[in-house]
């Protein structure tokens, strides 16, 4: 079993962000992330449905906003789960 690994951190400004959230929406419809950084890269392949967790915490001054997308193999047990949620206004 293969273990790849990719990581990015850095600090960017709303608009470049904006872009990075595009590029994976686009990504995701044709099912296909490509990451790439320096010497790295993970391609990854997405199936029909997948695990999408959403968590927020304010302390003081500090925001953090964690979004997180799973999935494994088409052999896994589809439909468990799912559950709505509303981003914006």
Do not use: C, P
Not at 8 to 23: E, W
Not at 55 to 84: F, Q, V
């Amino acid at each position: 079993m293969s273990h790849d690994k990719f990581s990015y951190d850095s600090i960017q400004d709303i608009k470049s962000v904006k872009q990075y959230f595009n590029s994976l929406l686009e990504s995701i419809e044709k099912r296909r992330i490509v990451l790439k950084s320096e010497d790295k890269e993970i391609i990854l392949n997405l199936d029909e449905l997948f695990r999408f967790a959403v968590s927020a915490r304010k302390k003081g001054r500090e925001n953090k906003l964690s979004i997180k997308m799973s999935w494994t193999s088409k052999d896994e047990e589809k439909g468990s789960d799912t559950k709505t949620m509303t981003i914006g206004n």
